[in-house]
């Protein structure tokens, strides 16, 4: 199959198993011209900030960078939902040409007298990048003033990507985190990063590691709030579901808190076992082992038998996957094969040069793999490689149907969980009320006939 790219400099970007190198370019920034997928640094910084409930995000720049966000996540709250706000400086002509700091500290002070947050994130955005106002001097001599935190994220548009504003949010949580003085650790206790609680996933995974004896410290940053982040140092462990925004942070608690780390994944049934399992293990507690164990096999045994089910529908169905991080991607190749979908492209948005790795080698021979795509690439691969159905978010979600093909969101829009053993049931069932709905036969095909239509004009 013919994998070269319509741009040259996107080859390295892209390769096919078993015909091609093995190692593939990444974690680098898009090429011009390319239209990627990828969403911008500052966006990249919000979608980690935004689910924490009782914090008020200001997004210093023009308007639509605000409402661009607005709500992103769609996270969910047991407290406060001051979080799904957004407020902006609306930064005008005169702003660009005089500075925006006055207007930035008005915002502030208004926001404050009229909410009483008690974190504030300070978002910068690219105009706030070339006009050069200093967020730091702001925050500071706000924090000052109404004695509260007022935390600048320096995610201004040419930084980088996308990554890069998961790396700007890491740091703003780290001036959260850091306590004045260290503070006890508790033994069976560990901080879930990476993940945003969309659809309640964050409570499911709590509901499984209370029962088998550990408690969730802090989650980073689904239905997480000021006062639980603060007390983050305290766990004795960190484990990680979504590698892509959450490594830096991750990497850097062990350095500066000496709090080690594990990659998990609570996606599908094979890697929600193997996850409880080795947490388990990492406490090394008899009682929890066993536990896990228990709660392991009970889940198992409910959840199998539904996966055949819908597993004896999909015969030859094939899949595509383009999602933000490779730990997810790699997750899903494994839960496609749980249910019978061979996986036929494999992209990501900030896959990292291991994950990719690991793709290659799940990956059958034929799978095209590729990062930071465009819809162009996207749209050729899936048409070349015969994919029935798409996993993406939402910007992927239109080019799905106007291929005709079916969609399963992964991301923001989602309203039922997708993690744990009762994920991987509502997976197996989106799954099939997408690829399996009759609507499919109503569609044009691309000879431009109407299948089982009579509606021919
Ligand atoms: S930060 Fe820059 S790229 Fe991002 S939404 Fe605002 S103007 Fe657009």
Known sequence: MDTAAAIN???????????????LKCDADSIAGCVSQRACVYCGARVVLNPITDALHLVHGPIGCASYTWDIRGSLSSGSDLYRNSFSTDLKEHDVIFGGEPKLQRAIDELVEKYQPKVFFIYSTCI???????????????????GIEVIPVQSSGFIGNKAAGYRAACDALL????????????????????DFNLAGEAWIIRGYLEEI????????????NYETLKKATMASLNVMQCAGSMTYLANKMQEKFDIPYLRISFLGMEDTADSLRRIAHFFGDAAIIERAEQLIAREQQAVQPVLD??????NGKKAAVYVGGGFKAISLIKQFREIGIDVVMVGTQTGQQDEYDTIHELADDGTVILDDANPSELERFMTQQGANLLVGGVKERPLAYKLGIAFVDHNHDRKHPLSGFVGAVNFAKEVHSTLCSPVWEYMYDFGGDLHGSDSQA
């Open 128 to 146: 706030v990048g070339v006009i050069g106002d200093d967020l730091e001097a702001v925050c500071r001599q706000s924090a000052a003033k109404h």
């Open 9 to 23: 400099e996107r080859d390295p970007f892209i390769s096919t198993k078993g015909k091609q190198k093995t190692s």
């Open 309 to 314: 089910t819908y597993k004896g529908q999909f």
């Open 175 to 194: 001036r959260i985190i850091t306590p004045q003085k260290p503070l006890p650790r508790k033994k069976l206790s560990l901080n879930y990063l990476g």
């Open 213 to 224: 004896g550990i408690e969730v410290n802090a989650v980073f940053t689904g239905d997480s």
